[in-house]
């Protein structure tokens, strides 16, 4: 089993249409998480980091459940520019150092 | 604010030769990171340097990967020999000290080996 795990896609959408990823981890330890953008042959770029509380911004909001560890991002209202691939990222800790894992992405293509 | 270099930005090798791949991170940021991504995949870390030291290096490959951060700043990855399962494209970025601050990735150098 992968240490972090995301929904395989690739997931097609009109424009306008509410689409949500989710993404498992399976160290419990985990001390942080964020959700990566990155455009075909482009670099990652932070989407957004998840707190324990839920966040928003603006038509994005991520979400992380501890007790099953999942987190997870809500696009509302897509838009064609909202077409990428989104990276989960989940850091763990030990006691020498935390390592960044990423997940394999989840496509989306949204649609006119 | 520049972001993080990379050079060279493509590479074509053939098996079992060398190759070489340079970072400048962000100015004054400590953490630096090498990550492997492979067609369909996600980033894969490599290796983790904070200031010039080695946080994390349990992916690498060490039999053929090296790579070194001297003085807290650049940093180069090498592969000697290249196989070609090694084509992919390389990563770096850096993040200001601590796994929660964000990570910026430069434009990373694609491989190929034939």
């Known amino acids: 089993r992968k240490e972090v795990e995301q929904d395989p896609g690739p997931f097609n959408v009109p424009e306008g249409a509410t689409v949500a990823f989710n993404c498992t981890y399976s160290n419990s330890a985990s001390q942080s998480f964020f959700w990566y953008r990155q455009d075909c042959r482009k670099e990652p770029k932070l989407l957004m980091s998840?707190?324990?509380s839920g966040n928003e911004d603006g038509r994005f909001t991520a979400q992380l459940n501890r007790a099953s560890q999942y987190i997870s991002l809500l696009i509302r209202d897509s838009k064609l520019s909202d077409s990428a691939t989104y990276l989960c990222v989940v850091n763990e800790r030990d006691t020498n150092a935390g390592k960044s894992t990423f997940g394999d992405g989840t496509t989306l293509t949204v649609k006119p | 604010e520049a972001g993080v270099a990379q050079s060279p930005r493509y590479k074509i090798i053939e098996k079992r030769q060398s190759v070489a791949f340079w970072c400048n991170p962000i100015s004054g940021h400590a953490t630096l990171y090498w990550y492997q991504q492979i067609l369909g995949q996600g980033p894969k870390l490599l290796i983790q340097f904070q200031n010039n030291g080695v946080v994390d290096d349990s992916q690498l490959p060490k039999d053929r990967f090296s790579a070194e951060r001297l003085k807290g700043v650049d940093s180069t990855l090498k592969i000697q020999p290249a196989k070609l399962e090694d084509s992919a494209v390389y990563l770096c970025?850096?993040?200001?000290?601590?796994?929660?601050?964000?990570?910026?990735f430069g434009p990373g150098t694609r491989l190929t080996v034939l």
């Open positions: 998840v707190y324990s």
């Open positions: 970025a850096s993040s200001l000290n601590r796994l929660t601050d964000t990570q910026y």
